[in-house]
Structures are given as C-alpha cells and as structure tokens.
C-alpha cells in the first residue's frame, strides 16, 4: 500500500495551508465486475444469454496472463471484448500486471530521456537561470515561486532516478535563490543537504512540508527541535485545521486511523510506536462460532455478513527461525466492505516438505467443501520451493486453485491497513480461529526499532503474516472505500 498525503503536516518559512488529503476517492468497487444480465433484447424476442462460470472467469484471466489478446480471448469463450475487459479487471492481480506493464513503459521512456540527456540538461539550466533572477524572485507571489520550484525539483529528481542516498554531481548542480521539498520526512538526509546546498543565493527562501513520523527521525531532531536557532517558522496543525475538509470528511478520515497512526496523521504529532499495536482490536470483532454456522429451514445460512461473502482466499507463512508455518482462510464480502478471517491451521513440529504438502491439500479441502469460491492461496515469496510443491500437489490432486508468490508489501502498510478495518469494524474474526486472535491481542511494537513489529518468537507473528498475505491484493480497494456508507450487518 502507497503513502498519503495527509494535511498533518509542517511548514517552515511560509505558512501556506496544505491542499486537501487526496485519500478516499469516490469509488464503488462493487459495480466494477463482470456485466452479466440474464436476458437480452434482440428484435422483439426474449434471450436467454448464459452468464460466465467462474472456471469461464480464471481461464479468461489466465489467458490474458499468457499473453493472449481480448479480441482472441473474446472469440474463444463466445462473448464481448467488453465482457473480457471487465472481466479481466475485475482481477486485483492482473490488475496488478498491467500496472506493471505502465511502470515499464515508463521506464523505457526515462531510458530514452537519460539517453538525451545533455539536451535535458541544458534545457533545465536555462531554466533555472532564469529562476535565480533577483528581480522576477521580487515581483512573483510566493505560490509562483513554490509551484516553479516544486517543478524544478521534479524535473531535476527524474533526471537523477529520484531522491536515492547519494551524493554524485551532475550537470544540474546549479545555484537556487529557493526551494520547496514536499514530503520531506520521506527523503534521504543525504539528498535533502544536497538540495539545500544548491541554495547558495543571498537571501534564498526553503519551504518545507510532511506528515509527522517518529522522534527520532532526521528532520524531527536536526530541524523542527532546532527551529529557532535556523530562523525558521515551524507549523504544526492537525486535520481538523483544515478549512477545506467538511466534517462528513473529517469522520471519514479519522476512522481510518488508530494509536500511534491517529496521533500522527489526524492529530499532526511526533509520536514513537510503542506498546499494543492493535489497540482498537476487541471482542467486538469477533463473530461466535455458533452465530457463524447457524442455518434457516433451508440449510442456508443466516447470518448476515455470511450471506455476503463473494471472494475468498488463503495465506500461508512458512516456518523460519523460532515460527511455524500457519496457513489462513479468509473471506471478502460484495463490495469488499467487510474482511473476516474463516479458518485457519498452525503448524509448530518440524515435518519435511512431503508431509507439509499432504497438510496444505487436506485444508484447501476442508475449505473449499465450506467456501467453494476459494480461488488463490498467497504464499511467503520467501520459500520459492515449497510453493513449487504447493503448486505440484495441487495440480496431482485436482484442486482448482491457483498457488501465488504473496506481494508481501511494507509491513507498516499492512499494519495500518488491519489497524483501520479494525476501528471501523470491518475486519472479524470468527471465535474459533484462536491463534489469530490470540495474535492480533499480543503484537507489540519493538522498543528497540523505529515502527517494527516486535519479531523475537514471543509473540505469534506467523499468523499474522499469513493474515496479510491473503488481503494484500484487496488492502487498497477496501481503504479507498472507508467511509463510504456504511455496512448494513
């Protein structure tokens, strides 16, 4: 999951009010599936049009995987490009692919510009020149300036490959009359010195800005603490600061957050992570076994949020040192409004690759007997092996699902991401899958490292892995739709 932009933020020499929070776009994911209606008119008649099985939905997305395109994939199965479009993304994971795909077009166009870049250099050059002119510095108006900076410092990171920790000079070491560094707490040190030492300029202006992070972070000690001594203005204000955001908005946003993520991104303040992280976990979040299971004079269960699953997966952490392997069912409801933790299996003996593997079918088994839409287990990268494997007994057993490397993202992004569905109540676990809560009860942040999940074999993080690996491809679609209405359970 991607960093936001929060209006949490700090500001030193001009008090210029930040731009609203760009999170929580407007979206409805439940209507951006595959379009099937039942019937069709054609000419005044009536006709039946066959909807698409789900085996129909994975071998169209396996298809496109292999490279195959919509118009021949459309002509396979007998339906629409648009059909094939929509089906295709609906797929977080060939979502995911084509994401790729743009980020290496992208790439392939920076090659090109790097191998241009003499030309881009003294194009910038003059620029700047032009910048560092004492008399249009005097007659522009600081949101001129701090725009044209702010464009100067974009085009002058790309040029570099980005902020990266290093010190090499190039063609653009030229001299600046200011700058701006949006998001400063996310930038090297290294970089950050070298962009002010291009500020060699009698009277040269600095505009700082970002969201809070821990106090012992490079700009929280060397420049915020300092302020006074560098005859800086510094800032602080808290989302509730900005006139921009109504207050359906503000509630929105601030049930994303909890503990040490509420302090820092709605309160603004320099907080450590310490202590429980999963403060907002309680028995609220837990659905009684019996609740689960109960059924109406038809056999079909009754409980609401049941009733709603659609999307269903598996995560499975391998053991390391001082762990076990664990392996977690979860469930998404319509709309993915709704997370729950189904089922789930702990391994603590040693046992060989053969025997793992035997375990692995037999609870892919048992899960899809009770959740037949079980499509995808997501496994630890780490083990490239046993997945192998996972995939071999798969395919000798006739168990239709797919074995996937697991994206294993930031662990603070996943971290957030349980701590706000959490908050909101939409993260439950049924009361029968003991380990995970018990996990989820006993995280603590590590007193000796800066946000780190305390890793040392006193605490069951294994399951939480294997939590993780089963909604990372769902983590940004449910955070985007925070707030918007709410669950109807």
């Known amino acids: 999951m991607g960093r936001r932009r929060n209006p949490a933020s700090v500001f030193f020499c001009l008090g210029v009010a930040s731009a609203p929070w760009r999170g929580g776009r407007e979206t409805s994911v439940g209507s951006g599936g595959v379009f099937s209606t039942g019937q069709i008119v054609i000419g005044g008649d009536v006709r039946n049009v066959p909807r698409l099985t789900d085996l129909q939905k994975k071998g169209i ?3 496109f995987a292999d490279g195959d395109s919509m118009r021949k994939i459309a002509k396979k199965y007998k339906v629409s490009t648009t059909t094939v479009h929509r089906t295709v993304r609906c797929d ?5 692919k084509i994401r790729q795909k743009k980020e290496q077009n992208t790439a392939d166009i920076l090659a090109y510009m790097e191998s241009k870049r003499d030309i881009v250099c003294e194009i910038l050059g003059k620029g700047l020149n032009v910048l560092n002119s004492q008399k249009k510095l005097a007659e522009a108006t600081p949101a001129q300036i701090t725009t044209a900076l702010g464009t100067s410092i974009d085009k002058w990171t790309a040029i ?18 200011g700058i701006f560094l949006d998001e400063v707490a996310l930038m090297p040190e290294s970089f950050f010195n070298q962009a002010l030492a291009r500020c060699s300029v009698d009277g040269a202006r600095l505009w700082f800005s970002c969201n809070p992070e821990n106090p012992q972070h490079w700009f929280y000690t060397n ?5 006074d001594e560098r005859n800086a203005l510094y800032l602080r204000f808290g989302m509730t600061d900005n ?5 359906k908005t503000l509630a929105r946003y601030q049930a994303m957050y909890s503990g040490v993520f509420y302090q820092r991104y709605i309160q603004g303040l320099w907080v450590s992570a310490e202590g429980k992280i999963y403060i907002s976990f309680s028995p609220s979040n837990i659905i009684p076994k019996v609740e689960w299971d ?12 049941r009733r709603r699953i659609s999307t269903v997966t598996m995560g499975v952490d391998f053991e390391g040192n001082k762990s076990s392997h664990a392996f977690v069912l979860t469930g998404f409801t319509r709309g993915y409004r709704e997370i729950i933790t189904l089922k789930e299996l702990r391994i603590r003996e040693e046992i ?4 793992l593997e035997g375990r692995f079918v037999r609870f892919v088994r048992e899960c899809k007997k009770e959740y037949s839409m079980l499509s995808t287990v997501y496994c630890d990268s780490a083990e490239q092996v046993l997945i192998r494997g996972f995939r071999n007994a798969a395919r000798a057993n006739h168990l239709s699902i797919y074995v996937r490397n697991a994206a294993k993202g930031e662990i603070i992004d996943r971290i957030r991401f349980y701590c706000a569905m959490q908050a909101q109540r939409r993260h439950m676990i049924l009361s029968d899958c003991t380990e995970t809560i018990k996990a989820f009860e006993d995280a603590l942040w590590d007193p000796d490292k800066e946000d780190t999940r305390l890793d040392n074999g006193s605490t069951n993080i294994d399951n939480l892995d294997a939590q993780e690996y089963s909604s990372e491809p769902y983590m940004k679609i449910m955070l985007d739709m925070t707030g918007h209405g709410e669950s109807d359970r």
């Open 61 to 63: 997305v396996a298809d």
């Open 92 to 96: 977080p994971e060939t979502e995911q």
């Open 160 to 177: 570099r490959g980005g902020p990266e920790d290093t010190e090499n000079a190039d063609d653009l070491s030229r001299t600046l009359a």
């Open 223 to 227: 420049w915020i603490q300092r302020h």
């Open 243 to 247: 006139p921009s955001l109504s207050e």
């Open 294 to 305: 109960a059924t109406d004079e038809q056999g079909k269960p009754t409980h609401p949020i």
């Open 352 to 355: 060989d690759p053969t025997e």
